[in-house]
């Protein structure tokens, strides 16, 4: 089955600066990469995904970068800010397959005022 | 206002105690399933359904039941809870299980089984 890693598990950066969130699949026939952003004591929310048949997609502050040939995806945000601080799990889909999603552990994000 | 809810959203009992977490969602989604949440591991999926009456193991299904006999419910049994089913549950669903469906979480409940 699908294996995702996901780097790093705690990060912190100061307000106004970049973050950037990586993530690694195992299975090529994967071409789904969603990303859930989940505050403290809420439930996981999509923010942004992305298909395999697109590099990179933009909203607003946030980017995902998809390299298939090296099966990563990354999330990027800039001009980081403190409602930005929470934890970000990134997923991926295989085509036809039923049972959705497979998760990456999560990543902390601290952002410092 | 289109969600999925989950019920009880915290439960502490005991070990052999059998419990029921209910899902519910109003969307008419076709796709629900399971995850349970514990640190360091991220989501894992338990159960899921692709529509009523039909049910598959996700990941992590041991110890745990699940049943669709309505497009709108999937309740989580634990027929004799052990304390490494303390965890936090979310229910989710999507419109079908199409790759690339969005899903929506419930809220989230909050299980210690001691």
């Known amino acids: 089955g699908e294996n995702v890693e996901q780097h790093p598990s705690t990060l912190s950066v100061q307000e106004g600066d970049s973050a950037v969130i990586k993530c690694t699949y195992s299975d090529s026939a994967s071409n789904y990469f969603p990303w859930y952003k989940q505050e403290l004591g809420k439930r996981p929310q999509l923010i942004i995904d992305i298909r395999s048949n697109v590099g990179e997609k933009k909203d607003q502050r946030i980017a995902v970068t998809l390299n298939k040939t090296a099966k990563h995806f990354s999330l990027h945000i800039t001009e980081t800010q403190p409602e930005d601080s929470a934890v970000y799990f990134c997923a991926a889909s295989i085509a036809g397959s039923a049972r959705q999603l497979t998760f990456g552990s999560g990543t902390q994000l601290t952002v410092l005022p | 206002e289109a969600q999925v809810t989950q019920n009880p959203r915290y439960l502490i009992t005991v070990t052999g105690k059998k419990l029921t977490v209910t899902c519910s969602q109003n969307m008419n989604h076709e796709y629900m399933s399971w995850y349970r949440q514990d640190p360091g591991l991220g989501l894992r999926q338990i159960y899921y359904s692709m529509n009523v009456e039909v049910t598959d193991k996700g990941d992590v299904p041991e110890g745990y039941k699940v049943s669709r006999k309505e497009k709108r419910n999937f309740p989580l049994i634990l027929e004799s809870p052990s304390p490494n089913q303390t965890s936090l549950y979310f229910c989710?669903?999507?419109?079908?299980?199409?790759?690339?469906?969005?899903?929506?979480f419930g809220p989230g409940t909050r299980l210690t089984v001691l």
């Open positions: 989710a669903s999507s419109l079908t299980s199409g790759s690339g469906d969005t899903q929506y």
